[in-house]
């Protein structure tokens, strides 16, 4: 209902650029991290190149000091494995061959936010693994596919479940894609799974971070003694894969690129 409550923004052609300037800073990062995914390396030196990138660039993340069960702190979640989001960077723990990691990154630039994720392996990943993350990504892009004018959040949120279950993997209920623009959080809330024909019309200006969260062997998950990081209930892997759009006119447009 609170999510219901809330306007959902639209954007003008001139904020949607501004939103793809931070989208292009935000697949910068991205890019310069998926380079540090080696063995040895800390999910804190990750942190590091993240914030060198976004400072380059004169922008911020909205992520650090993010309100929750304390202020977040730092400025991407690195998730690795069993970890799902929200994962705090920390110079104890180090990446190993065959992991798979979760990077999530926000940029604030010019009044407007971007968001997006994207999961990959340290090295080679078992077989399991790397589907995992193929379906994850697939996931994505049938979502995205479906953000055109005249459908609805339902068929996008259907059509990123279809992909997902059918290769027999889970969705979390508990975490969600959601509208994105001058706030990280804005309405409207896209589940990762629902009824096409329901939700909000799309109509262009309308801008939303999907986010596909799969997991292996369970829909459940339980979040960390840090209070932050959320993990699989079964310990099972998990994969995340995000990226912020726009309804056009026309085909939908990936803010999160380069």
């Given at each position: ?65 993010y309100p ?110 959601h509208g ?25 200006g309308v ?52």
């Amino acid at each position: 209902m609170y999510w219901a409550k809330r306007k959902v923004n639209i954007k003008n052609p001139a904020e949607i650029e501004i939103m793809r300037e931070a989208g292009r800073i935000n697949a910068t990062v991205h890019a310069a991290v998926r380079e540090m995914l080696k063995p040895g390396v800390t999910t804190a030196d990750l942190n590091t190149i993240a914030e060198e990138v976004l400072k380059k660039h004169d922008a911020i993340s909205p992520f650090k000091n993010y309100p929750g069960p304390y202020p977040f702190p730092a400025s991407i979640t690195v998730c690795i494995n069993e970890e799902l989001v929200h994962g705090i960077p920390s110079n104890k723990r180090k990446l190993k061959e065959g992991d798979i990691v979760s990077i999530d990154c926000g940029t604030f630039f010019g009044g407007f936010v971007a968001d997006s994720a994207f999961s990959a392996g340290v090295g080679k990943l078992s077989k399991e693994a790397q589907k995992l993350v193929d379906v994850t990504e697939g996931a994505l892009m049938a979502g995205i596919e479906k953000m055109r004018p005249g459908n609805k959040t339902g068929d996008v949120s259907a059509a990123i479940q279809k992909h997902v279950e059918s290769r027999g993997f889970y969705l979390t209920r508990e975490y969600t894609g959601h509208g994105v623009g001058r706030k990280m959080h804005e309405a409207p809330q896209v589940p990762n799974y629902g009824t096409a024909g329901h939700g909000l019309l799309l109509r262009p200006g309308v801008t939303i971070a999907l986010e596909p969260m799969v997991l292996v062997g369970t829909a459940q998950t339980k979040v960390l003694a840090d209070q932050w990081t959320v993990i699989s209930a079964d310990r099972s892997l998990t994969a995340h894969h995000e990226h912020t759009i726009a309804v056009t006119e026309g085909k939908p447009l990936i803010l999160t690129v380069l």
